[in-house]
C-alpha cells in the first residue's frame, strides 16, 4: 500500500520522506552549464553585458530577497525589467557596441530610469493581479453557494425537509415572504 502511495507521488519505493538531493544536485549541474555556455558569449559581448547587469539590478534584488517558493515575483518584476532594458540595448548596438557607447549610455539618467520603472512596474503588475484574482473568487465562491443553497431549496421543497443533514439544518427554505430576497449564507457553514 505504502509502496503505491510513493510510486504514485513519483518517489522511488522506500525513499518516502527523505530529500530529493538529485534534483538539487541536477540543478547546480545546469546552472554551471549555463555559466560556462554564457562566459565566451559575455567576452564577445562585453559592453552589452555591463549595460545589461547594471540594468537588471532589481531583477537581481528580488532574487535575493524573496523567500516564496516559484518566485513569481522575480519572474514578473524580471520580464518587466528585462523588456525595459531592451531600448538601452538596441541603442548600444546603434552605437557599435564599444566599451565608449556604454560608458556614455551609462552616464545617461535614461539609461537606468526606463528598467527600473519598468521593474517597479513589474512589482505592481504582480500586486494588483494578486487583489484581481481574489476579488474573482471572491465573486464566484458567492455565486456558487447561491446555486448550492438554491439547488438544496429545491430538493427541501420536493422532498422535504427531512433531506438535509442536520449539520446544514439552517439552510431550511425561507418563509413566504423572504422569497423575493436572495441570502450568500455564510461560506464557512456551505463548505463543511
Known amino acids: 500500500m505504502a509502496q503505491q502511495q ?41 559592453p552589452t553585458c555591463m549595460v545589461v547587469g547594471v540594468s537588471l539590478i532589481p531583477t537581481l534584488v528580488m532574487f535575493l530577497f524573496e523567500r ?19 531600448p538601452a540595448v538596441a541603442g548600444l548596438w546603434d552605437q557599435g ?14 539609461t537606468w530610469l526606463v528598467p527600473y520603472a519598468a521593474a517597479a512596474g513589474g512589482y505592481m503588475v504582480y500586486f494588483a493581479t494578486e487583489s484581481i484574482i481574489a476579488t474573482y473568487y471572491r465573486i464566484t465562491t458567492a455565486e456558487r453557494i447561491r446555486q448550492i443553497q438554491s439547488r ?12 438535509v ?9 425561507p418563509d413566504e ?9 455564510d461560506a464557512e457553514t456551505v463548505a463543511r
Open 6 to 46: 510513493e510510486e504514485r507521488l513519483g518517489q522511488a519505493p522506500g525513499t518516502a520522506g527523505q530529500p530529493q538531493q538529485k534534483k538539487a544536485g541536477a540543478s547546480k549541474k545546469m546552472l554551471v552549464f549555463w555559466l560556462l555556455a554564457a562566459l565566451p558569449l559575455a567576452l564577445v559581448l562585453w
Open 68 to 86: 516564496e517558493p516559484g518566485k513569481h515575483v522575480t519572474i514578473c518584476v524580471g520580464l518587466a525589467n528585462a523588456v525595459g532594458a531592451l
Open 97 to 110: 557596441q564599444s566599451y565608449e557607447a556604454a560608458v556614455n549610455l551609462l552616464r545617461d539618467g535614461l
Open 152 to 163: 438544496q431549496r429545491k430538493l427541501m421543497e420536493e422532498w422535504g425537509p427531512d433531506v
Open 165 to 173: 443533514l442536520p449539520e446544514y439544518a439552517e439552510f431550511r427554505p
Open 177 to 185: 415572504e423572504d422569497e423575493g430576497e436572495e441570502s450568500v449564507g
